[in-house]
């Protein structure tokens, strides 16, 4: 009798099972415990065509999980890197795109120079120090009047959006030229901002929540002319409390 349709003993079934605790670690989990088991006889096969022909079976069956992307160039330059990523390095192929190496997998990327800014006047923010070295290199005119106050209005909204009270224009205008190292002086001038009022209401309008798409809103049941509840509707039905 063939051994395929042997019956197998229940006892010797139980005592042959696979733990996750007993078998070998994904090393990319994505592809699942069978992918991976293609890879590793792949790997163990001897003649170069049928190891070849494997791959690219195994490059089919990654790219069907992804069937968008199985024909992109760089989708398919993917794939080959995975796979001998999930081989352990261990796989010999012919790969149509460079083999990747371990050292260049385990590089670690450089450290990143975050800029380190510390100003005095955090609740300005770093755009305005730079609207201001900008101000600064432009020549004497009326751009540059008009970009200065423009400049100082912003100042004035950020101030208030962050200290919630008024301020004058004097205070403004003296960090406006500590900010810009003297260059910017507006201290006796005779230029009026916007006003703490108008600068507030825009803060709120802004600063106010859009409700999410689909959530309803909450409608009173009183009528807004009269003051009174609105009439049922004759097909409506209370139900009690």
Known sequence: MNSKYIKENSNDVVHHLEYNAERSHLIIPEYGRHLQKLIDQATKIEDDVERNKAAKYIIQVMGSLNPHLRDVPDFQHKLWDQIFIMSDFKLVADSPYPIPSREVLQLKPDVLSYPQNFPKYRYYGNNIKYMIDVANKWEDGEMKSAL?????NHMKKSYLSWNKDTVKDDVIFEHLYEL????LNLIQSTEELLNTTDLLRTNKRVSNKILPVGQPKILSNKNAKTGKPN???????RKPL
Not at 148 to 152: E, L
Not at 180 to 183: A, N, P, R
Not at 231 to 237: G, M, R, Y
Request: aromatic share 0%; net charge positive; glycine share 6%.
């Open 148 to 152: 200065v106050k423009v400049i100082a």
């Open 231 to 237: 009439p049922i509707h004759k097909n409506q039905i």
């Open 180 to 183: 810009s190292d003297g260059k």
